[in-house]
Each structure stands twice: as structure tokens, then as C-alpha cells.
């Protein structure tokens, strides 16, 4: 029996751990969303009413207009690779094809680039679009393998015979292991490199019809399905007993949202953030707010607190949107205890600074607190 690895997110895998999983764990890898149309319509796919069947390329949470909101948002996310996914990236071949040789051309050729797709049926065209694919340099193709029938399983065969890693992305879906036990023999057969099983998630658009199904939800902070993670489990402990070389990765619901995201928040946090900001756990942009007095310009306010808190210019910035002036945490704290009106801000490190959370400070004044 093979080992059971642990990776740094906490989630259990065998073998080698996919490049794309290995970076995307790290938050160093950007989700470049090429498009929403898709030729099969999975009754679990995650996508949301925003996106799905709409044609639109989008970068992290940056709607793209031009190969430069690409660059920009890769930059700002210090992102050592992307993850080209849709809808499925192959129905816009020439436009997927445009963005990988953006990015190889800009970042180099070790800028890992891995791709999902259904595949396409037609044998001939899939292999002039494989050629393609390898030609722009793709690092990693990933099939989304079909759960109610095998018609795409034979494309995995044939993307084996070219230079790029190969593997299986699927959902853990609670009846269907021995299917997927199927699908592990098949692969370890073929020659595929991996497969990553993802904790099953129930969406806005699936949640009804996963129901309707039989299956159950957990109703916790994913929406996961009930049994998805059990399955998930087990099948590393299969995969390890009953397979040589097939490596296999069961990432868990919380991986995405609490490594991959806030991984990715807190490196684009970093790229953005003012001389007062600090960077959170969360990967937010923690400030304070000061609020003028009646009547006070927020350039008399700023110029009061820099001789009041005695600090430089630096330390400010008058946000006339908001009506404030901005500072940092610690300099707010001080604020409020001169008795100023102080807000602890958190924004999310995006291109509109979305806030977050907002809380009040308190001036202590003997044992007694008081809200500014």
C-alpha cells in the first residue's frame, strides 16, 4: 500500500500532488475564466446564474476587456501560474489559445498553465485542438470526466500521447463509487497521471435538482453534500491500496475558500495596500476611518491629526469619497482616545476595495468605555 500524504492545506493526497493543486494551495495560482458556454449541461456543475452559459472571460473577479486586465490582475496576485476553466475553454479555442501564449510570452515559459475541459467528441478535431494546446505550451489538462456516462472517457487516452501532464477532475458525488473506482482502474490503465476528487458542493443552480435527486445537503458554510467527504476519504485509502502509479488528491470544500482564496487575497493585499494598511488573516485591508467634526474640512482634519497624533502626512489619506480621513490601525486607536469618531475598516483587496466589515473604537475614559 502506498503512503497517504498530507499537503499543507491540510488535505489528504497519494502519489505526487498535482502542479496546479501545489499552487493553488499556496494562492499563487490566478482562475482565468474563459467562458460560460459550455456543450453538456452536468446537473453538479458549480457555476453560478452570473456566469453560466454567459459568454464572458473573466480573471479572478476581474471582468476582462483586454489581454492587459490579464497581466495586471496576474501582477497584482503575484500568481506563479493559471487555472484556464470555463464553461469549457475549448468551445473558445482561438481565445484560449490567444490568452495561454499572452501569458507564456509575458511570464515565461515556467509559468504553469493548467486547462479544464469536457473534451470535444469529434476525434479529429480534438487532436488539432491537443496540438494546438501543446504548441501555445500548456502545462496541465484536466477532464472533467463525465458522473452518468463514459462517452468522454476515451478522450483522456488519447491526451496521454502528448506532452503535457493529464488527469481527471471530479466531484465525490456519495453514490458513485464504484464508478469511480472504475474510472481509477481506467486511468491507472491509460497512463493518466492523476485524478483530483473535490468535496461535492451543492450551488444556487444545482441545490434544487441535487435534492430532487436524493441527495442531501449539510447546509453548512459550503453547502456540501452529505457522504461527499466520507467517499472522498476512503477513496485515497483505495487509491493508495489498489493503484501503482495513478497519484490522487481529495480536495476538501474548506481548501478553496480558506488556502486557495484567502491565499491569493492576502498576495494581492500585499500589491495594493497604502503605507498604513495592514494585511489581515483574512487577507483584508485593515485601516481606520476618522470622521470630521461639523462643519471641518477633511484637509483641516488631516493637518489637526498629523499635530495631534504627531505623525507624517504618510500615515493619511483623505478619502473624499467616504468623507474621511484614512490611517492606520494603531493611529486610529490613538484618535479615538483625543475623542474623535474612529471606524476599524476591512476592505476586500479588490480593484473597488468592497468593505467588508466596519466596527466603531471605543475611547477608554477612566474604567469606563465610551463609544467615539
Known amino acids: 500500500m ?19 493543486c501545489e499552487l493553488c494551495i499556496k494562492g499563487l495560482k490566478s482562475v482565468l475564466f474563459v467562458t460560460g458556454i459550455c456543450p453538456v449541461n452536468c ?31 496576474v501582477e497584482l496576485c503575484q500568481s506563479r501560474g493559471v487555472g484556464v476553466t470555463g464553461g469549457d475553454p ?14 507564456k510570452d509575458t511570464f515565461g515559459r515556467s509559468f504553469h498553465i493548467h486547462l479544464y475541459t469536457y473534451g470535444i467528441l469529434n476525434e479529429e478535431k480534438f487532436r488539432d485542438a491537443l496540438s494546438k494546446l501543446e504548441d501555445a505550451g500548456l502545462d496541465e489538462l484536466r477532464f472533467h470526466l463525465d ?35 472504475e474510472m481509477v482502474h481506467y486511468l ?7 485524478i483530483n476528487l473535490n468535496e461535492f458542493e451543492a450551488s444556487e443552480l444545482t441545490a434544487d435538482e441535487i435534492m430532487a435527486r436524493g441527495y442531501e445537503l449539510n447546509f453548512d458554510e459550503f453547502n456540501t453534500v452529505k457522504g461527499s467527504y466520507e467517499l ?32 491569493r487575497f492576502k498576495l494581492r493585499a500585499e500589491s495594493m495596500k497604502r503605507s498604513y494598511e495592514r494585511v489581515s488573516d483574512e487577507g483584508w485591508l485593515l485601516k481606520a476611518y476618522i470622521y470630521p467634526k461639523e462643519g471641518q474640512e477633511l484637509e483641516q482634519l488631516k493637518d489637526e491629526l498629523m499635530r495631534v497624533l504627531r505623525a507624517s ?15 492606520s490601525e494603531k493611529l486610529g486607536y490613538k484618535a479615538a482616545h483625543h475623542g474623535y469618531k474612529v471606524e476599524l475598516v476591512w476592505e476586500l483587496p479588490a480593484d473597488d476595495r468592497f468593505i467588508m466589515q466596519v466596527d466603531p473604537l471605543y475611547e477608554v475614559e477612566g474604567n469606563e468605555e465610551r463609544c467615539c
Not at 491507472?188 to 492523476?194: Q, T
Not at 476519504?233 to 484567502?262: D, G, W
Not at 502626512?313 to 490611517?327: A, D, H, K, L, S
Open 313 to 327: 502626512p504618510r500615515n493619511f489619506y483623505v478619502n473624499n469619497n467616504m468623507g474621511v480621513v484614512e490611517t
Open 232 to 263: 472522498g476519504r476512503k477513496m485515497i485509502k483505495y487509491i493508495a491500496a489498489y493503484t501503482t502509479n495513478l497519484s490522487a488528491h481529495f480536495c476538501e470544500s474548506y481548501v478553496k475558500e480558506y488556502f486557495q482564496l484567502r491565499n
Open 188 to 194: 491507472e490503465d491509460i497512463g493518466a497521471k492523476f
Open 43 to 73: 446537473f453538479y456543475c458549480p457555476l453560478s446564474s452570473y456566469r453560466k452559459n454567459k459568454d464572458i472571460t473573466v480573471i479572478n473577479e476581474i471582468h476582462v476587456k483586454s489581454g492587459e486586465d490579464i497581466i495586471r490582475e
Open 90 to 103: 475549448l468551445v473558445r479555442l482561438e481565445r484560449t489559445l490567444h490568452y495561454i501564449k499572452l501569458l
Open 2 to 20: 502506498r503512503k497517504v500524504k498530507t499537503s499543507l492545506a491540510g488535505s489528504k493526497y497519494v502519489g505526487i500532488l498535482p502542479k496546479g
Open 147 to 181: 458522473m452518468e456516462n463514459k462517452r468522454n472517457w476515451p478522450l483522456v487516452k488519447i491526451a496521454v500521447e502528448y506532452s503535457f501532464d493529464v488527469g481527471v477532475e471530479i466531484p465525490c458525488i456519495p453514490d458513485k463509487e464504484d464508478y469511480i473506482k
